[in-house]
């Protein structure tokens, strides 16, 4: 009766919902569509993109200090409207899922009792990983289940799905992850539930950070949120620099390098051992570039409106070992996995190394699925990046009975050996950075079996040229000069230069701009 | 303040010094950041407005390909005496590749007994529309033939149920805005053309950068790009552009061949003409006549097995065009497409090295010498 009474509540809400939507779909569908033809993609690196960012830009900062929650509800709707061009229903759906978080965090902020909170939190982070779960993983997971029970000899009962014709919403993974860290912190106490409801819809739908992270902290970012933003040019040179180079990175160099590693990684079948030796080379370039450029276009985004997201990316092919190639990569979804997952599992220090063992593998494939829904995706993170973070874990515990091998090893000459061998293992296992595992296998395969094929058919000249360029661009970072000779730079000269670098960037663009490789997570 | 040392620490531009602690006051540090912003903002206007003007006053910022010819043109011309009669041959790659007009200016100056400037205007998947184009550019820029040589080629008049090879990658950006007028008479997709044109004025440096990097690093842009937009280094002083092979292997020459069906699938089931190359080519013989410049159809050589691509119901209609279209305009056709051996091509429809020697002494002895009233032996 009680299910019946639920099930029956469910469909008048539903009804009631179609109701609606049916007498505004004319003007809504009419609205949307316009919206759609004005800003087609949820790319930074557009024009369309750059024209709906100066309105925003100048309507916010037009708007009185005074008028903070003005701003806020700016900033919301310009970033609903952001997402609602690309998919309405996927907007009102983020929007929703927003919303009853917000709920959700109000009622655990109105309430003490032990069990209500856990059942919320329950109840929230089971919401959010339901709808993730339901777009991004049920084609996977129903497929794999089909499979299975027909290797069995049992009939599954349906039909494989075409995972391809699922629609997985933009940045879907990454807003899941902000919404349930911020249920867990309001239930730990780290954090009191946002009474205000435009801010807390800004946390999420902030557009900067909406489709490709950062994945923010709720904390960090709710107060910026209450501090009334005056304009300060410090923050807009920040900004706009950050910009600039995650442009840069992006058109100048993450897409040139697409045209040497993509043709390859389509089809690896009629390449030479060569061509995919350099076109993993190419796609960690590619995929480095690509990623960080989007994080530093956001991260300049948000300056430019007054909030600071975290820097997701710190040099990390200089790591030099596995362990610091995670504390450098991807920085904002590492330290979540390690704060709400790994943390939990391992329970803290003084466990066994069996169970730190145990968690840092099943952490990393929690991380691997978050990627995506394939194996490939698992074995990358799962098994090859857990399996060498254990491999190092030992050998870091080994060298400390060695200590002249330990010695050795931190010495210049060592420490170069330590950062081209991490360097050398991360490329190793790009090729799994892909859906189709069969094609990652085949790609092994071609790179190991010295095989002759075709090259890839592009000048070499320019692929060297990128790759030593982005080679010194590391150098000068982490030696520290290029910190120093910016400081020194007269303005003109480094104004003139951002210019030089910008007309650069739009020159060096090649002919097909590919697309954000993280937007299809 | 707080915000300001915080901002510092992630900032790209860092006032750090070795002891970690900023040196310059927040006020200087303010100043300074507006002065970077401002500085950019107006260096990046300066070059956006300066880009605009140069590609509105120059055609060989946009249309690079373009600008090239003609200045050969010009070079060649001022290499002869003044007045010197001046052959021009207009098409496609096909004579690019195919029409050594140096072999026949030298041949025809022996033989008239005066200088001849001749010069290959082929150029990349140049229609019949284009074709009228450079003609009426070359006339206002002060040109005119003595001979105007036309390619005609089938393919460029049948686009089948897609576009036709001449509109395909083409960019708005070769165009002026009346040009971009004129040609919505032949059926070209004005729209993307006009739209092109005006990304131009808004991002000059991302809308020209295929114009810019053909002559700054060409190495940079796909061949398809190249050829588009620069002149190949393989061009002589008379605008020939030959093969870079001189022989190829069965094996090679199947290879191409295969490629090129692919290229032109559609011609098989495509058994009418296009309406829109056909006006342009009426309107090119038009400009001619009221020019009073002698023009000369001519059907490029062709593999035996290319010229089956062609449906028959296309190739009667394209004939009993070009014959309606002679008889109106009093020009010559000349039908040379089975001129050559099936040896002499490197993918059906391209002329090899040798092939095109050969196709052009017997050009110039069947078409070009007739006209400067040279005996024939």
């Known amino acids: 009766m009680i299910l019946q009474a639920l099930r029956g509540a469910f469909d008048a809400c539903a009804n009631w919902v179609i109701g609606i939507n049916s007498t505004l779909a004319p003007y809504t569908d009419w609205y949307f569509s316009r919206l759609h033809e004005l800003l087609p993609d949820p790319f930074f690196n557009t024009q369309a993109f750059l024209l709906f960012f100066a309105l925003v830009f100048a309507l916010y900062w037009l708007v009185p200090r005074r008028w903070q929650m003005t701003r806020i509800w700016l900033l919301v709707a310009a970033s609903f409207h952001f997402y609602a061009a690309w998919s309405k229903d996927l907007a009102f759906l983020v929007t929703t899922t927003t919303l009853a978080d917000y709920l959700f965090g109000r009622l655990m902020g109105a309430t003490e009792r032990k069990k209500i909170r856990f059942g919320v939190v329950f109840a929230s982070i089971a919401m959010n990983l339901g709808v993730l779960c339901y777009f991004k993983y049920r084609g996977f997971f129903l497929n794999e289940l089909h499979d299975s029970l027909l290797r069995l000899g049992y009939d599954p009962g349906y039909g494989k799905l075409d995972v391809a014709r699922i629609i997985v919403p933009f940045g879907i993974s990454f807003y899941t992850f902000e919404a349930i860290s911020y249920a867990v912190d309001v239930y730990r106490r780290k954090i009191a539930a946002e009474r205000s409801l435009p801010r807390f819809l800004l946390f999420i739908l902030f557009f900067p950070h909406l489709v490709s992270g950062p994945i923010v902290r709720a904390g960090d970012f709710l107060r910026q949120s209450r501090r009334p933003k005056r304009w300060n040019w410090i923050r807009a040179q920040v900004g706009a620099q950050f910009l600039l180079m995650g442009v840069f990175k992006k058109m100048a160099i993450a897409d040139r390098m697409a045209l040497f590693c993509d043709q390859v990684f389509r089809n690896p079948a009629g390449y030479s051992s060569e061509a995919c030796w350099l076109a993993v080379l190419a796609f960690a370039i590619r995929i480095y570039c690509d990623f960080s450029g989007y994080s530093d276009m956001a991260v300049g985004l948000a300056h430019l409106f007054g909030y600071k997201l975290t820097n997701n990316f710190n040099m990390p092919y200089l790591a030099e070992n596995v362990s610091e190639f995670w504390r450098r990569w991807h920085i904002s979804l590492s330290n979540w996995l ?3 997952i790994f943390i939990p599992l391992s329970g803290g220090r003084g466990s066994s190394q069996l169970r730190i063992c145990a968690s840092l593998v099943l952490t990393l494939t929690i991380g691997g699925i978050w990627h995506g829904a394939g194996w490939s995706y698992i074995l990358l993170f799962g098994l090859c990046f857990g399996l060498m973070q254990i491999i190092h874990r030992e050998f870091k515990s080994y060298c400390t009975t060695r200590p002249r091998l330990d010695a050795a090893l931190q010495t210049k000459l060592g420490t170069c ?14 090729p799994l950075f892909q859906p189709d595992l069969g094609k990652a296998l085949e790609l092994y395969g071609r790179m190991f079996s010295f095989a002759a094929g075709k090259s890839i058919g592009i000048s070499e000249g320019i692929f060297w040229g990128i790759v030593a360029f982005v080679a010194f661009c590391h150098l000068l970072g982490k030696s520290g000069l290029w910190q120093r000779i910016n400081a020194r730079l007269p303005a003109p000269i480094l104004g003139i230069g951002c210019a030089g670098c910008l007309c650069a960037t739009m020159l060096v663009a090649p002919p097909t701009g590919a697309s954000f490789v993280y937007f299809q997570f | 303040m707080g915000i300001t040392r915080k901002l510092i620490r992630f900032s790209p531009a860092v006032a750090v010094d070795s002891s970690g602690s900023s040196r310059k ?33 120059s055609r060989q910022l946009r249309d690079p390909l373009y600008g090239t010819k003609e200045l050969q043109l010009q070079r060649l011309e001022q290499s002869l005496p003044a007045g010197s009669p001046e052959v021009i041959f207009l098409g496609t790659s096909r004579p690019m590749c195919g029409f050594d007009a140096g072999r026949t200016q030298e041949l025809l ?17 140049a229609g019949p529309v284009m074709d009228l184009i450079h003609l009426k550019r070359m006339l206002r820029d002060g040109h005119r033939p003595s001979l105007l040589l036309l390619e005609i080629f089938p393919a460029c008049f049948a686009s089948g149920a897609g576009e036709s090879i001449d509109v395909m990658g083409l960019d708005g950006s070769r165009f002026d805005w009346s040009e971009l007028e004129e040609v919505r008479a032949y059926d070209y997709p004005t729209n993307r053309l006009r739209t092109e044109r005006q990304a131009v004025l808004i991002a000059p440096w991302y809308s020209l950068r295929y114009q810019i990097m053909g002559k700054l690093l060409p190495s940079t842009l796909p061949p398809h790009l190249r050829l588009r937009n620069m002149c190949h280094p393989r061009t002589d002083r008379n605008g020939w552009c030959p093969t870079e092979m001189d022989q190829l292997s069965e094996e090679e020459r199947a290879g191409a061949f295969s490629r090129v069906k692919e290229e032109f699938r559609h011609l098989p089931s495509t058994e009418t ?6 006006r342009a080519l ?16 001519v059907w490029m050589p062709e593999e035996k097995n290319f010229h089956k691509l062609y449906h028959p ?26 001129w050559m051996p099936d040896a002499a091509f490197a993918d059906g429809y391209h002329l090899l090295r040798s092939g ?11 078409t070009i010498e007739p006209f400067f009233h040279v005996p024939s032996p």
Do not use: Q
Not at chain 2, 109 to 125: C, F, L, M
Not at chain 2, 273 to 278: A, H, K, N, R, W
Not at chain 2, 313 to 338: K, S
Not at chain 2, 356 to 366: C, G, H, K, P, V
């Open chain 2, 313 to 338: 119901a296309l190739v009667a209609a394209f004939n009993r065009c070009l014959h309606e279209l002679a008889a109106e305009y009093g020009c010559e056709i000349h039908d040379a497409h089975e």
């Open chain 2, 25 to 57: 006051r927040p006020v200087s540090r303010r100043r300074r950041a507006f002065g970077v912003v401002t500085a950019g903002i107006i260096v990046y206007v300066i070059s956006h407005v300066a880009l605009i003007a140069a590609s509105e006053f």
């Open chain 2, 356 to 366: 095109a020697r050969s196709f052009t002494e017997r050009l110039a002895r069947e």
């Open chain 2, 273 to 278: 003409l296009d309406e829109g190359p056909v």
């Open chain 1, 417 to 430: 050996f330590r950062v081209l061998l991490t360097f050398f293992c991360t490329n190793l296992c790009w």
């Open chain 2, 282 to 297: 009426r309107d090119m013989l038009a400009v001619a006549n009221v020019e009073k410049i002698p023009l000369s159809l």
């Open chain 1, 338 to 340: 390690r704060d709400y």
């Open chain 2, 109 to 125: 100056t022996e033989k008239i007994g005066r200088p001849v400037a001749v010069y290959n205007w082929g150029i990349p998947a």
